[in-house]
């Protein structure tokens, strides 16, 4: 009972499924891309900008 052709096989099978997983995904990318809403022009109300505070003058000057 020889190994390598059952290694062989096992190689072949996962080329195999490597190339079809990728496939699989670019599929599923390009999908999701299509299903992606529009982007609004409107600005969100629900955020507001966080601006930090001015540092103090130097009264040195």
Known sequence: MELIPYLSAVIFI?????????????????????????????????FRRVEPPAPPEDPAR
């Open 14 to 46: 996962a080329t195999i499924a490597t190339v079809v997983l990728s496939m699989l995904s670019y599929a599923a990318f390009k999908l999701r891309g299509r299903r992606k809403p529009k982007q609004s022009t409107e600005r969100p109300v629900y």
